[in-house]
């Protein structure tokens, strides 16, 4: 089902974002290591992603961030991160795909089941479809 493939395509993504190596979640691990760059955060004013010469990285703050900044971290420090995590970012990558996949097939799916859903309270639907689909041709 479509939907339940969008849902567990997202929690395949964000639980490998969670565990992307390099990433720390504690203060303590960033003792005595070097700052290669600091990269702001998209959409969080004041956040950042300081990443380490040994490619290890931490978005601060919060040190435990929600899925969306830690995938947004991902794509604002792959600059950074990439020349040292390509594998990570191969598998990254193709869980995005398949999360973007699964929401299209999932969006085809409410459609078509609305469409289904309203076509006997709606006999009209029937008629505006097929116009729909001859200017589609």
Same mark, same amino acid.
């Given at each position: 089902? &479509?939907? %339940?493939?969008k849902? /567990?395509?997202?929690?395949? /993504?964000v639980? *490998?974002?969670?565990? *992307?190596?390099?990433?720390?979640? %504690?203060?303590?691990?960033?003792?005595? $290591?070097?700052?290669?760059?600091?990269? &702001?955060?998209?959409?969080?004013?004041?956040?950042?992603? #300081?990443? *380490?010469?040994?490619?290890? *990285?931490?978005?601060? &703050?919060?040190?435990? &961030?929600?899925?969306?900044?830690?995938? +947004?971290?991902?794509? @604002?420090?792959?600059?950074?991160?990439?020349p /040292?995590? +390509?594998?990570?970012?191969?598998?990254? @990558?193709?869980?995005?795909?398949? @999360?973007? %996949?699964?929401?299209? !097939?999932?969006?085809?799916? $409410?459609? #078509?089941?609305? #469409?289904?859903?309203?076509? @006997? +309270?709606?006999?009209?639907?029937?008629d505006? !479809? /097929?116009?729909?689909?001859? %200017?589609? $041709?």
């Open positions: 089902m &479509p939907t %339940e493939d849902w /567990k395509a997202n929690l395949e /993504k639980a *490998f974002a969670k565990r *992307f190596p390099g990433l720390m979640a %504690e203060w303590a691990t960033c003792q005595a $290591k070097t700052v290669e760059a600091v990269t &702001p955060l998209t959409g969080k004013q004041g956040a950042a992603v #300081i990443t *380490f010469t040994d490619g290890s *990285f931490v978005i601060v &703050p919060p040190m435990a &961030p929600e899925a969306w900044e830690l995938g +947004q971290a991902l794509v @604002d420090a792959r600059a950074s991160l990439e /040292k995590h +390509q594998a990570a970012y191969q598998e990254y @990558d193709r869980l995005v795909q398949k @999360d973007k %996949e699964s929401l299209r !097939l999932a969006r085809m799916e $409410k459609i #078509i089941g609305a #469409i289904q859903n309203n076509v @006997d +309270q709606i006999p009209e639907l029937k505006r !479809l /097929k116009v729909l689909v001859q %200017e589609w $041709k």
